[in-house]
């Protein structure tokens, strides 16, 4: 039986492998072993191409292996920690996705403490060549994703750079895929001259301060940990408009 593309079950992730370098599953059971890994379930599967992984007693479906078709690339924006001629275009994509039992439960924090650190397992699978988060339409290098997901998974601030996206522009910093967890994205302001190191540095802060507390619906100012006070504003119901005090 082929693991379907449901409603509720587009791919948190997808790996990203080269023309004919997908791996088998008999590559991820190899992952699989020791205290952080997670059992592989259904192994008779494995000759469709996917995998169904178990970890703290959540089920992921893992599809898109050899010898199984390959999956499409989802859309990419943002690129981090690769070559500035890398292309996702060319690359052959398996996907990693929440159980059926976890539909609708994909942007809860267990749920994606459990993910991450089943993908910092798969990042060791010979020929990755980069990760994609989808929510966030961001790839990344396989060691980017390992570092700033287990530093998040010791006990330190969530990965910003990684399980969201944060693009600059002339007027500030906005973030991408924070909706995905809160249900809204920010803009910091910078004010003339564009945004500098100490806006990037309130950024990641931000994101991490929201991501712990939830949505803001009314106007207030926040503390944030090493970079000082910001004022937030809710525009709407999914964007906040963000000053640095």
Do not use: K, Y
Not at 90 to 108: I, K, N, R, T, Y
Request: with cysteine; proline share 9%; hydrophobic share 50%.
């Amino acid at each position: 039986m082929v693991i379907e593309r449901a409603a509720g079950r587009e791919p948190l992730a997808a790996l990203l492998f080269g023309e004919e370098g997908r791996p088998a599953v008999d590559a991820v059971a190899g992952l699989a072993v020791g205290p952080e890994g997670f059992e592989l379930l259904n192994p008779a599967q494995a000759v469709h191409g996917n995998a169904e992984l178990l970890r703290d007693g959540l089920t992921f479906d893992l599809t898109g292996l050899a010898p199984g078709p390959n999956c499409p690339v989802p859309p990419v924006i943002h690129r981090v920690a690769l070559p500035s001629d890398f292309s996702c275009d060319a690359l052959d994509a398996a996907w990693f996705m929440v159980g059926p039992h976890l539909a609708g439960a994909e942007s809860l924090l267990p749920v994606l403490r459990v993910a991450a650190a089943i993908l910092r397992h798969l990042t060791c699978l010979t020929g990755l060549q980069a990760v994609v988060w989808r929510p966030a339409r961001i790839a990344m290098s396989p060691a980017w994703f390992a570092e700033a997901v287990g530093v998040w998974l010791a006990g330190g601030p969530f990965p910003a750079l990684a399980l969201t996206a944060l693009a600059r522009s002339q007027n500030g910093i906005e973030s991408e895929g924070l909706a995905f967890l809160t249900g809204q994205e920010f803009i910091l302001h910078a004010g003339a001259g564009g945004p500098s190191r100490e806006h990037s540095r309130i950024a990641v802060r931000l994101t991490d301060w929201l991501v712990a507390h939830g949505p803001v619906d009314s106007p207030r100012e926040v503390v944030l940990s090493g970079v000082g006070a910001v004022w937030i504003e809710p525009e709407g119901q999914n964007r906040l408009n963000v000053l640095p005090r």
